[in-house]
């Protein structure tokens, strides 16, 4: 069965790291659309010059263009063992056109990592981003000081959108857009919510589990079908 993952989740709550560990873990490609917007602004193309005075606003660029450039990836043969998406959908539009694009293909696993807004501000203020590797790093992987990237010592800087009036904004565009995609997926078997003020590796295994779950279920469906 090939692992089909949502990671959702408001802004800091872990999603890029939990979505990074289960695309290592698993052997399949992270989709973030945040990352694949940034480094289209970072790469001056057309699509990065009209994304890039959204994003710092922190309101969301047009479905029509994000589910334009999702539709693209998984058309590649790389997702067909399946991916985890990683900040898309962010809208019921988006999700709406993902059902339509996965047609076909083994269900979606929807993981939402809850966390509360005001450890979210905190941690967003306190995240930075090296210039080089793009890795993200929380306050704990930064002790003494994080001017220096841990992984590839390139130099650490912060979002343009980390800011804290950006993200309040951001937060706000969450509950609004994205926070009714839970009503858009609960109903389904294969939806779980992880409490995202644990630990990291806790998070993580409890993605595993949730995964896994809905593994053995197919299976079983799949024996009952035979
Ligand atoms: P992220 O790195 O996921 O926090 O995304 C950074 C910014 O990119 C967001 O604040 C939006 O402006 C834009 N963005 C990323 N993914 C989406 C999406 N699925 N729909 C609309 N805008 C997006």
Redesign the pocket.
């Known amino acids: 069965m090939a692992f089909n993952l949502i990671m959702m989740g408001p802004?800091g709550a872990g999603?890029?790291t939990q979505a990074e560990r289960f695309a290592r873990a698993h052997g399949v490609p992270k989709i973030?659309?945040?990352?694949m917007?940034?480094e289209a602004v970072q790469a001056g193309t057309e699509l990065g010059r009209r994304?890039k005075a959204?994003?710092e606003t922190?309101?969301?660029?047009?479905?029509d263009i994000?589910i334009g450039i999702v539709r693209e990836r998984l058309a590649r043969a790389d997702t067909v063992p399946g991916f985890v998406l990683?900040?898309?959908?962010?809208?019921v539009m988006?999700a709406r056109a993902l059902d339509t694009i996965v047609e076909g293909r083994d269900p979606l696993v929807i993981v939402d990592i809850a966390v509360p807004d005001d450890v979210l501000v905190g941690r967003l203020a306190a995240r930075r981003v090296c210039g080089k590797c793009a890795g993200t790093f929380g306050p704990a992987e930064l002790a003494g000081g994080g001017t220096v990237c841990p992984r590839c010592g390139g130099p650490l800087v912060q979002r343009a959108?980390d800011n804290e009036a950006v993200v309040r904004a951001?937060l706000e565009?969450y509950e609004r857009e994205t926070q009714p995609l839970i009503e858009y997926y609960e109903a389904r078997p294969t939806f779980h919510v992880i409490d995202g003020t644990q630990p990291p590796d806790s998070v993580q295994a409890a993605v595993a589990a949730a995964v896994e779950s809905a593994a053995v279920t197919r299976r079983m469906l799949a024996e009952q079908g035979s």
């Open positions: 802004p999603k890029g973030s659309t945040g990352d917007l940034r994304a959204i994003m922190g309101k969301l660029v047009g479905d994000v990683d900040g898309f959908p962010r809208t988006q959108d951001r565009v």
